[in-house]
């Protein structure tokens, strides 16, 4: 059975830092890039961050850019997302997802169409 557990998340204060996890189950974790997803409330879901292992590859939205940090940990088949500096407006559920061997350029797109599997979502509050 093919799942995508997400942890890690919380309430923090303005400036302040979590770490979110994506534990995967199921498949061959090498074969698939990881993104990391977040919708706020009344909003559209968003690309945030994205990962192919086999290639190498780190991608980030501008909004994040230089405050989140995405990294893998093949033995232990997890990414992580480090975020620093929160701020109010990264407030949402955040959702990580899995796309087998997706081109680099759809995956940067941050659209959900390549992902073939989706964790349930971990709620993020960072308070002002």
């Known amino acids: 059975e093919v799942q995508l557990v997400e942890s890690g998340g919380g309430l923090v204060q303005a400036g302040g830092s979590l770490r979110l996890s994506c534990a995967a189950s199921?498949?061959?974790?090498?074969?698939?890039?990881i993104g990391w997803f977040r919708q706020a409330p009344g909003k559209e879901r968003e690309g945030v961050s994205y990962?192919?292992?086999?290639?190498?590859?780190?991608h980030y939205v501008d909004s994040v850019k230089g405050r989140f940090t995405i990294s893998s940990d093949n033995a232990k088949n997890t990414v992580y997302l480090q975020m620093n500096s929160l701020k109010p407006e990264d407030t949402a559920v955040y959702y990580c997802?899995?796309?087998?061997?997706?081109?680099?350029?759809?995956?940067?797109?941050?659209?959900?169409?390549?992902?073939?599997?989706w964790g349930q979502g971990t709620q993020v509050t960072v308070s002002s």
């Open positions: 199921g498949f061959n974790f090498d074969d698939y890039a």
């Open positions: 990962i192919s292992n086999s290639r190498g590859y780190t």
């Open positions: 997802a899995a796309a087998w061997r997706p081109a680099w350029s759809t995956v940067v797109a941050g659209l959900p169409d390549p992902y073939d599997y």
